[in-house]
């Protein structure tokens, strides 16, 4: 039986209102992270630092003096907010996430609660404000990360260990809800909120902060989205609660790696992978040599993996700090926009888990919307053979690859053997199933 909670979940299973579908619907998103960390780009006084570039602040010990006066440095004059939503629209990008607020505590928006924002740079103009407008005129979906942890905050603490603290605690909670309360009413196309560094004892120990922000965004907003990331339970259990509920509206505790092929428990709930593109780098590094860099293909398979689980993919950007992209990030947008024109109405977009026996070749997608089967081969079986096992009582009727009917045979116990034609494409490619 379950424990009384008051800070718990707040309704259980999957939300059905046209906003939560849509964000279902779109599965890729593009993840921003800008802020004044993108202008050192991971060195530091001549020093170049291996860890993730937007902590290097506290990498390489900056004192906060130093760092904020990066504030009056800040002035990204080659950003073309139109230009980033065209790329982003290209790439195949349904959404976008950026950071208002990262760590460091620089806000990209005018703030009334606070000097250290984008008014008091050389910039001075609502740069937020030209974001979410360009994105927003080129249909794409817009969501704000904001960051609890704030080094930048004088009430803010890592844990609560005595009045002092508490009193404090509650002058930066008062802050933050603000400024969340000040993003949505200054920018009300925004769909929802991606919360960040809530592993803290002080917010582990304030469950009724998470659920007090959740739900003033949700008076001004009833369909808003809030990731679990957000939240804490009376107990300081995060993403879910204490009795195993999930809070918030998805799983966001994916961060760099990805559920289990054969997972089946992450299909029951709405969940969002986010990933870099580098092994760790979000903000702008400016060396990717110190790391694995993956390839078009290698994303392109982290994508179709998480939508074969029935998630969300976020694909991170680090823009530089005068607004231009790396090469690298060009070329994969290029890559990964050039492969959705041709699959992603089948594959991505509504795309879900099909519930069929996972198979090494690659990966099974249900489209909600069609209701059509695929499979997504990323390793071709040097048998130039598909192994497909279905559930008793479905048998395989048709398979077809582009506009060719595939031959296969049946062999009962062991299932049904695609022969793949001769002239396979060099990328990664899908056939439709279908069962009777
Ligand atoms: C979405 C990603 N989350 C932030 C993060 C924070 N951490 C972290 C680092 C040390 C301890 C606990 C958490 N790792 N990554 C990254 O800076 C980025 O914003």
């Known amino acids: 039986d379950s424990i009384t909670l008051k800070y ?181 196309e925004v769909k929802g909120f991606w919360f960040d560094g809530t592993w803290d004892a002080s917010w582990k120990k304030n469950g009724k902060y998470s659920y007090d922000i959740q739900k003033a965004l949700k008076e001004v907003n009833p369909n808003v989205i809030v990731n679990s990331r957000l939240r804490a339970d009376d107990f300081g259990s995060r993403h879910f609660d204490s009795n195993g509920n999930l809070m918030g509206d998805y799983q966001s505790g994916y961060e760099r790696y990805l559920p289990a092929k054969n997972d089946t428990l992450i299909t029951k709930i709405d969940w969002e992978a986010c990933m870099t593109i580098p092994v760790n780098q979000w903000g702008y590094h400016k060396d990717w040599s110190l790391s694995h860099v993956k390839s078009a293909n290698e994303i392109l398979e982290l994508i179709v993996k998480t939508v074969s689980l029935g998630g969300n993919f976020l694909l991170n950007y680090g823009p530089k700090g005068d607004g231009t992209f790396r090469n690298e990030e060009l070329e994969i947008s290029n890559s990964i926009g050039n492969w959705m024109s041709k699959y992603a109405d089948k594959v991505i977009y509504y795309g879900d888990y099909a519930n069929l026996k996972p198979q090494d070749w690659g990966y099974y997608v249900k489209n909600t919307n069609s209701g059509k089967f695929y499979g997504v081969v990323f390793n071709l079986p040097l048998s130039k053979l598909l192994k497909i096992e279905l559930p008793n009582g479905k048998k395989l009727k048709v398979v077809n690859f582009e506009t060719e009917k595939l031959e296969y045979h049946h062999h009962d116990k062991m299932g049904y053997f695609i022969s793949l034609p001769e002239n396979t494409p060099n990328e990664p490619f899908i056939f439709e199933i279908l069962m009777e």
């Open 8 to 188: 718990g979940a707040q309704y259980i299973g999957k939300r059905q209102d046209a906003e939560m579908k849509k964000f279902r619907a779109n599965r890729l998103g593009q993840f921003i992270h800008w802020g004044l960390y993108s202008i050192p780009g991971g060195e530091w006084n001549g020093t170049t630092y291996l860890g993730a570039a937007e902590w290097l602040a506290n990498f390489a010990k900056i004192p906060n003096a130093t760092w904020d006066s990066l504030q009056y440095q800040f002035n990204p004059n080659k950003f073309n907010a139109v230009q980033w939503a065209k790329m982003a629209k290209a790439s195949g990008f349904k959404y976008v996430t950026i950071t208002t607020k990262h760590h460091e505590g620089f806000c990209l928006w005018p703030s009334e609660f606070t000097e250290f924002d984008i008014e008091n740079t050389p910039y001075k103009k609502d740069l937020l404000k030209e974001f979410v407008d360009a994105y927003t005129e080129a249909g794409i979906d817009v969501y704000f990360y904001y960051s609890i942890l704030d080094w930048h905050h004088k009430d803010w603490r890592y844990d609560i260990k005595n009045q002092a603290d508490s009193l404090a605690f509650s002058k930066y909670f008062e802050f933050a809800k603000n400024q969340l309360l000040e993003l949505q009413q200054k920018y009300p």
